[in-house]
C-alpha cells in the first residue's frame, strides 16, 4: 500500500490525468488526436508538473484516507464476519450480495432514498433557483444582510436541525399541530413518526430546509455569468420575462444547474442524520445509509455491512457517472450555442 | 528532448514523493496512539447518570489509601449506542476497558468471544451474597459470573389513584393487563405503555410472555443457526393479543407508535394519565417536575404504585429486569486491580448511596435497610419484591438480532395481529440469524 501509492502519483499520473483534465475543460477534441506527449509545448508540460507539485499531497492524502478503506470494504464484503465471532470468519464469495439483493428490505430502503433524492433536489432547485434571483437582483443595500439570512440553514449542523425539526412536529412537545391545526388532516392527534408518508414529509422538509442554501448558492454563481448584454438584447427584441428566463438565461447556465444538481444528488442520496434522529429507520423511512449503519454497527456483522456499503457506492458512482455523461452533453451544447 | 525531461522528472520526483507518503503515514500512525496511563489508573466506562458513578471513583479511589485511581469516562446515552461502543473497543483489544458499566442484555455477546475478564472465585462469592436472582442470572453466562451486579432495575406498575377508585379496582392487590385496560376504555384515558420501534417494545414484549409462562428464547444457548424462538406459542399469541388490543382500540393515545418511557411519563402526568408500566425514574422525575413548578401537587399526591400487571389473575407477573453490571475487559492490563476497585464499587453503602442521590435501585437486598431509602422512594419495598420475581431479557450472545426483530415487528402496536404476527417476527429473526435476511 505504502509504496504503491507514491509510484503511482510521480510515474503514472502525468501521462493519465492530463488528457483527461483537457477534456474537462472542453479542449478535449484538440488534444484527443494526438495523446503523444510530443505534441505538448514546454509551457504546457512545466504548468502541468506544477499542477501535480500544488495537488499531488491533497491527491496522496485523499488515496490513502478513501481508497484504502473502499478496497478494505470490497475485501471484508466477501467473508461471513461478525466482531464478536472472530474465529468463524469465513470466506464466502459473493453470498452477502445475493442475500442483499434478493431482500425486500433492500429495494424498499433504495425506494425510499431515491424517493427522497428526487423530491428533495427537485424542490430545492426550484426554490434555490428563485432565492438565487432574489439575491442576483436585490439592492445593493440589502444584498449581504440577504445572503446571510439564507444561508444561515445551512450553516446549522445537521443533526442540531433534525432535533429542532423532530420536537416540532412531535406529538408531545411539538407546536405545528396546534399551529396548523386550521388545515384538512392536521389536529392535535396527528402524530406525524407513526407512518411512513408523514414521517418522510417532515424528513425531506427538514432536507430541504437545510440545503437549499446550497443549491441556490451554486445557481447564484451561474446567474452572475450570464452576461447582461444577452438579457438586454432580449429585452429590445420584445422578449418578456419568461421568455428571456427560458431562452437567455436557463440555457446559459445549464452548466451550474447540472452541477447543483449531481452535487445535491449525491449529497441526499447518502440521507443519514435526519432519518437517523427522527425515525430511526422506523415505520417504512429506512434508507440506504441506515440499511449500511445498522448491519456493520449495530450488528456488528461487517461482511454483510460492507456489502451493503460497497452496493450504496456503486449506486453514487452510477448517479455520478449518468450525471456527468449528461452534464458533458450539456457544457458542449451551451457553448456551441454562443 | 522533451521526452527526456520527462524521464528526469519522473525520476526526480519519486523519491520525494515516497518521502512524502511516509511522512504522512507516519503521522496518521502516531495520532493513533492512546493517552498515556500511570500504572495504578483504571478508567471506568460509564453510562450517563446523574453524576453518582463518578462520586463512587472518587470515593473508591479515596479509600484505596493510593492503590488505585478510578477515572471515568462517559459512554453515549441509549443503551444500544452503548454496547456498540463497547463491542468495537472490546474486538480491536482497547486495553483502556478496566471497568465497564454493562446493560445486562449485551452480557452474552461480549462473553461469548472471550472479550471479559474471568471473575476471581472470591469476588464473585463477595458480590453475589443478598443480590436478586434476577440480577445475578442476568450477569451470568453458561453458568458461570462473567460480570458483578451493580444495580438492578424494574418496572413497576404506576396508577393515578382516582382512576383507579372510579374502575373499583383494589390494588393493593395484584391487578391483570384485562382490568387496566377496561379501566382505561371505560374512563378514555390512555395507559402508559411503550409503543415505539425501540428497546423498550422488546422490554414490554419480553415481560408479557414472560408473565404468560413463555420465553422469547427456548434455549439461549444455541448458535445462531439452531436457536429455537419461543414467540409463536400460546404465551406469545396473548402477548401479541394484549399489545393489539392497546394498538387497535387507542388505548394508549395518539403518541403510542414514537412512546418509548419518558413520553409515556409525560402522558400519565396528564389530564388522560390512568395507569403506566415505567422504571422506578418517574418518581424522582416527577418530585423534581411539581419542585420545578412545571407540575401540580395533586398530581404527585394521585400517583400509586404496584407490582406490574398480570397476564392472567392466577399467574404471578414476571417484571421486566434492567440495571448495570460492571465487567472487566479481558485486555486490561490490571484486570487484578480492577475487580478489587469492582468490589468497592457495589459495596452495599454506595448501593444504597446510588439509589437515594441517583435512583438506582440496588441489586443487593442488604442495600434496602438504609432508612433514607424508604424516605425518599416511598416505593423501595414494592421495587424490591418486583425484583425477586423480575424476569431478564433473553441472554443470548445474538441478542441484538433478536431484540431489532421484535421491535421491527411488533411496532406500531396497532399492526400487531395475533394470528400472524408471533409467527411472522418468528421466522423473520429466524432467517435474520441463519444470515439469509438483511435486519
Redo the contacts between chains.
Keep these: 500500500m505504502?509504496?504503491a501509492?507514491?509510484?503511482r502519483?510521480?510515474?503514472a499520473s502525468?501521462a493519465e490525468a492530463g488528457p483527461s483534465l483537457e477534456a474537462g475543460n472542453g479542449n478535449g477534441n484538440r488534444t484527443k488526436a494526438g495523446r503523444a506527449?510530443?505534441q505538448?509545448s514546454?509551457r504546457t508540460?512545466a504548468e502541468r508538473?506544477l499542477g501535480w507539485i500544488l495537488a499531488?499531497?491533497a491527491f496522496?492524502?485523499m488515496l490513502?484516507v478513501t481508497l484504502y478503506p473502499i478496497l478494505q470494504a470490497i475485501y471484508e464484503s466477501l467473508f461471513?464476519f461478525r466482531?464478536?465471532?472472530?474465529?468463524e470468519r469465513a470466506f464466502i464469495g459473493l453470498e452477502n450480495y445475493i442475500?442483499?439483493l434478493s431482500?425486500p428490505?433492500?429495494w424498499s430502503g433504495l425506494w425510499t432514498t431515491v424517493l427522497i433524492t428526487v423530491v428533495t433536489v427537485l424542490v430545492e432547485l426550484v426554490l434555490g433557483f428563485a432565492l438565487a434571483l432574489v439575491m442576483h437582483k436585490a439592492l445593493k443595500s440589502v444584498r449581504g444582510l440577504l445572503r446571510t439570512a439564507i444561508l444561515v440553514p445551512y450553516g446549522i449542523i445537521t443533526v442540531v436541525s433534525a432535533f429542532a425539526w423532530f420536537y416540532a412536529f412531535?406529538?408531545?412537545s411539538g407546536y405545528v399541530n396546534s399551529w396548523f391545526a386550521w388545515l384538512p388532516g392536521i389536529d392535535e392527534?396527528?402524530?406525524w413518526?407513526?407512518?411512513g408518508p408523514t414521517a418522510l414529509f417532515v424528513i425531506m422538509a427538514s432536507e430541504i430546509w437545510k440545503t437549499t442554501p446550497f443549491i441556490s448558492l451554486l445557481l447564484l454563481a451561474g446567474l452572475a455569468q450570464v452576461p447582461d448584454e444577452l438579457s438586454e438584447a432580449a429585452k429590445v427584441d420584445g422578449a418578456t420575462w419568461w421568455e428571456q428566463m427560458r431562452k437567455v438565461i436557463i440555457p446559459n447556465m445549464k452548466a451550474a444547474i447540472m452541477v447543483a444538481v449531481l452535487f445535491r444528488a449525491l449529497d441526499a442520496f447518502r440521507i443519514f442524520d435526519n432519518v437517523f434522529i427522527m425515525t430511526?429507520g422506523?415505520?417504512g423511512t429506512e434508507v440506504l445509509s441506515l440499511?449500511a449503519y445498522?448491519?456493520s454497527?449495530?450488528?456488528?456483522e461487517i461482511g454483510?455491512g460492507s456489502a451493503?456499503s460497497v452496493l450504496l457506492f456503486l449506486c453514487v458512482l452510477l448517479i455520478c457517472f449518468v450525471a456527468i455523461k449528461l452534464f458533458k452533453v450539456d457544457l458542449a451544447g451551451s457553448q456551441g450555442g454562443k | 528532448m522533451p521526452i527526456s525531461r520527462r524521464t528526469r522528472t519522473a525520476v526526480k520526483t519519486r523519491p520525494r514523493g515516497t518521502v512524502l507518503a511516509g511522512l504522512v503515514l507516519g503521522t496518521l500512525v502516531m495520532s493513533g496512539c492512546g493517552p498515556a496511563q500511570a500504572d495504578n489508573s483504571l478508567t471506568w466506562y460509564i453510562n450517563p447518570d446523574a453524576g453518582g458513578q463518578a462520586a463512587i471513583a472518587q470515593k473508591c479511589s479515596d479509600e484505596s489509601g493510593g492503590r488505585y485511581r478510578i477515572e471515568t469516562s462517559l459512554l453515549p446515552n441509549d443503551a444500544a449506542s452503548q454496547r456498540e461502543q463497547l463491542a468495537r473497543r472490546l474486538a480491536a483489544g482497547d486495553a483502556s476497558l478496566d471497568i465497564m458499566s454493562l446493560d445486562p442484555p449485551f452480557v452474552p455477546e461480549l462473553a461469548e468471544p472471550g472479550f471479559l475478564a474471568p471473575v476471581p472465585e472470591d469476588v464473585a462469592e463477595a458480590t453475589t451474597e443478598n443480590v436478586v436472582e434476577g440480577a445475578i442470572a442476568g450477569a451470568t453466562w453458561k453458568d458461570e459470573l462473567v460480570t458483578v451486579p451493580f444495580w438492578a432495575n424494574t418496572q413497576i406498575l404506576w396508577y393515578r389513584k382516582s382512576v383507579a377508585e372510579a374502575a373499583g379496582l383494589d390494588m393493593s392487590g395484584p391487578v391483570t393487563w384485562e382490568q387496566i385496560m377496561e379501566a382505561a376504555r371505560a374512563q378514555d384515558k390512555t395507559l402508559g405503555v411503550q409503543g415505539a420501534q425501540a428497546e423498550s417494545m422488546t422490554v414490554w414484549v419480553n415481560a408479557l410472555i414472560e408473565s404468560a409462562g413463555g420465553s422469547i428464547i427456548v434455549d439461549p444457548e444455541a448458535t445462531a443457526d439452531t436457536v429455537e424462538l419461543g414467540l409463536d406459542t400460546e404465551a406469545g399469541i396473548a402477548a401479541a393479543e394484549v399489545i393489539s388490543t392497546i394498538g387497535k382500540d387507542g388505548l394508549g393515545g395518539p403518541g403510542l407508535p414514537t412512546q418509548a418511557e419518558n413520553e409515556s411519563l409525560i402522558g400519565f402526568q396528564g389530564d388522560v394519565g390512568s395507569f403506566m408500566v415505567n422504571w422506578p425514574f418517574v418518581y424522582p422525575a416527577t418530585v423534581a417536575a411539581v419542585e420545578a413548578g412545571t407540575l401540580d401537587q395533586a398530581v404527585l399526591d394521585d400517583i400509586g404504585w404496584g407490582i406490574y400487571p398480570r397476564m392472567s389473575a392466577d399467574q404471578e407477573a414476571a417484571p421486566p429486569l434492567g440495571g448495570i453490571n460492571l465487567g472487566v475487559g479481558a485486555q486490561s492490563d490490571n484486570p487484578e486491580l480492577a475487580y478489587e476497585a469492582i468490589q468497592c464499587i457495589v459495596s452495599v453503602e454506595n448501593q444504597s448511596e446510588y439509589f437515594v442521590t441517583n435512583g438506582n435501585p440496588p441489586a443487593n437486598t442488604e442495600a434496602y435497610e438504609d432508612p433514607r431509602i424508604e424516605e425518599s422512594f416511598p416505593m423501595a419495598a414494592t421495587i424490591r419484591d418486583s425484583l425477586q420475581v423480575a424476569a431478564p431479557r433473553p441472554q443470548t450472545p445474538f441478542y441484538n438480532e433478536v431484540s431489532t426483530g421484535i421491535q421491527q415487528r411488533w411496532a406500531p402496536p396497532a399492526a400487531v395481529d395475533p394470528d400472524s404476527t408471533p409467527q411472522s417476527s418468528s421466522d423473520f429473526i429466524t432467517s435474520v440469524l441463519r444470515g439469509e435476511q438483511l435486519l
Design positions: 505504502t509504496s501509492i507514491p509510484a502519483t510521480t510515474t502525468p506527449p510530443k505538448y514546454d508540460r508538473r499531488g499531497p496522496v492524502i490513502l461471513r466482531l464478536t465471532a472472530p474465529d442475500v442483499i431482500d428490505v433492500w412531535d406529538i408531545n392527534n396527528l402524530n413518526f407513526a407512518q430511526n422506523a415505520y440499511l445498522r448491519q454497527i449495530s450488528r456488528l454483510l451493503v
